[in-house]
């Protein structure tokens, strides 16, 4: 048993040294520091059914990068004279148990506003309060805290992007400077009856993947993300002058945006209050920059909007039960859904960014704009709850709030209203990406079909599919719908749906919807 007072400092997210004010807590007036991440088996549990490598919830890309983020965290926790714990459990069976046998007097978290943190950090609260041990549970995550937005706005979470703005303002630390540096970390008191592990391989986890096997070309950790932040504010041009929409979606080999998404958020490797602060600092010294939203800052500020809705909208994930979400009759269709998931549907541009979404688990927002309205309200007709599922368990970068806001916004089932502007297939990516490079990238087996040719195949003739060594219907599939009859009907029915929300002034049940099939 050690003698003097412990700290615990459980990381969930927030896989980081700088501005970790959680860290920094535990750290102040403390013997000793145990800084501890559960690998908890809802998340990690390998799944050998799922359609691709990694468990039921996330696939191997992000299940890597999240391994990559531990063991930066742990070097950089040496550095500072201490080291990570990692053990496996249930995480508030582990934590009460750390918290008993390690005599802590303080446990110390970032606060979350996921529904699955919240529901565990309350057990660990209450666990807390009847054994006297101090709680603190800081806002480090995102750059204001979304219940005093809500408090704001009268109880209720604003609607419309321009209204979230007005109700921020400035967010109240960005005046001060953070602490970005921590010289030291008290040392890891005596660890008693646990066995604690080293960071685990992704083969010591049960996943069968090779462990040399890389898809996707993002490295995961602290040090990956702080460089990555360095790199793209260095072109100071491009930070002022940066418009989201004029981004290319297909640029892959340098994408148009900062790629700071998975660090952001998933393991919040990269602080959002320093990367705005960042930002903030390089606008000081041009002599004009963009705004939002189509800013930098603008971009961060949706991120902002997105999580103080979710945080104030019961069912914020779900169609039924939800008072923001329009009531849509989508059809059910695991056969379309599969060809969608497993990039089948016939259509290059839609298809390699599913590859993409497989392999690397990020894609530009627009092609995600692309493949959500495909799945939806373009030409599929299906739930966007099913789409949402895919992107959550593949993405690097999958949170939440975010997701969930923007398939609700892309379905048009809120934000969003206006169903008749439509994506199309095949037109919308060769705007950007003439010769189909992206294509050819993502879908090698499309890669010899000439340009006239890469984002219809099934127009090319069969002398020409020959030569391509692409025989459309036997090496890659014909459309799964003929887009022009498909998106028509789509308008019909959410315009349909759209009449009944209307009439019923948005209180729609269930069997309405069913009325409409
Ligand atoms: P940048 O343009 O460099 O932006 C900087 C940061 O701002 C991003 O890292 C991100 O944290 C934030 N940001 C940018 N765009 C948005 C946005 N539209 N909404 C909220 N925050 C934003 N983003 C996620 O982080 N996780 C998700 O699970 C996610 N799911 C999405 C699902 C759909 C259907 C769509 C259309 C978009 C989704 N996005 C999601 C939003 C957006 O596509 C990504 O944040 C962005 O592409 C990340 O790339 P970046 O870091 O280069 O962005």
């Known amino acids: 048993m050690p003698s003097g007072s412990a700290s615990l400092i459980w ?69 500072l004279g201490s080291r990570l714990l990692v053990l496996k459990g249930e995480p508030s069976e582990v934590l009460i148990r750390c918290l008993k046998e390690w005599d802590v007097k303080k446990i110390c978290f970032e606060y979350d506003t996921d529904p699955y943190y919240q529901a565990l950090d309350n057990k660990i609260k209450n666990y807390a309060s009847l054994a006297g041990i101090e709680v603190f549970s800081p806002v480090s995550h995102t750059l204001f805290n979304p219940a005093d937005i809500i408090e704001k706005n009268g109880g209720r979470p604003p609607l419309s992007y321009q209204s979230f703005l007005k109700l921020a303002g400035e967010p109240s630390w960005a005046s001060s400077p953070l602490l970005v540096e921590l010289s030291s970390v008290p040392p890891v008191g005596d660890v008693a009856s646990f066995e604690i592990s080293q960071v685990p391989t992704l083969k010591e986890l ?27 504010l260095s072109d100071k041009e491009w930070v002022a002058n940066f418009e989201k929409p004029k981004g290319d979606p297909s640029a892959y080999i340098k994408p148009a945006t900062t790629v700071l998404s998975p660090y952001l958020k998933q393991f919040g490797c990269l602080s959002s209050r320093y990367f705005y602060q960042c930002l903030k600092d390089v606008y000081k010294n041009v002599k004009r920059h963009t705004s939002p939203p189509v800013s930098l800052v603008g971009q961060l500020l949706w991120r902002e909007f997105f999580y103080t809705v979710a945080f104030g909208t019961p069912n914020f994930d779900k169609m039924n039960g939800n008072k923001i979400c329009k009531q849509i009759p989508w059809n059910d269709d695991d056969e379309l859904l599969a060809a969608w998931r497993e990039a089948r549907t016939g259509y290059p541009w839609i298809d390699a960014i599913m590859v993409q979404l497989r392999e690397w688990g990020w894609m530009h927002h627009l092609a995600r704009h692309c493949v959500a309205c495909f799945l939806t309200r373009g030409d599929l007709f299906l739930h966007w709850e099913k789409g949402r599922d895919v992107f959550e368990r593949l993405l690097i970068d999958s949170d939440w709030a975010i997701n969930n806001g923007n398939w609700l916004w892309l379905s048009c089932s809120s934000f969003f209203y206006q169903y008749n502007r439509i994506y199309s297939p095949t037109s919308f990516g060769k705007k950007y990406d003439p010769h189909g490079d992206y294509i050819r990238h993502f879908l090698p087996i499309l890669k010899d079909m000439p340009k006239e040719y890469i984002y219809e195949p099934w127009t090319a003739p069969l002398s020409v599919q ?19 009859s498909a998106s028509k009907e789509c308008r019909r029915k959410m315009g349909e749906a759209y009449a009944l929300n209307k009439k019923l002034n948005g209180v729609v049940s269930e069997d309405d919807v069913k009325s409409l099939r």
């Open 466 to 484: 020959n030569k391509a060594k692409c025989i459309i219907g036997r090496d890659y599939p014909k459309p799964v719908v003929s887009h022009d």
């Open 11 to 79: 990381f969930r997210k927030g896989l980081r040294i700088h501005d970790n004010p959680a860290l920094e807590y535990a750290s102040r007036a403390s013997a000793f520091v145990y800084p501890l991440f559960v690998i908890d088996p809802h998340y990690m549990e390998p799944d050998p059914k799922a359609f691709s490598p990694g468990s039921t919830r996330a696939g191997i890309s992000r299940i890597r990068f999240l391994l990559e983020s531990l063991a930066d965290l742990d070097l950089s926790l040496k550095k």
């Open 206 to 232: 049960g996943y069968v993947q090779n462990d040399q096997e890389e898809l996707t070309p993002f490295r995961g950790g602290e040090s990956e993300a702080l460089r990555r932040l360095r790199e793209s």
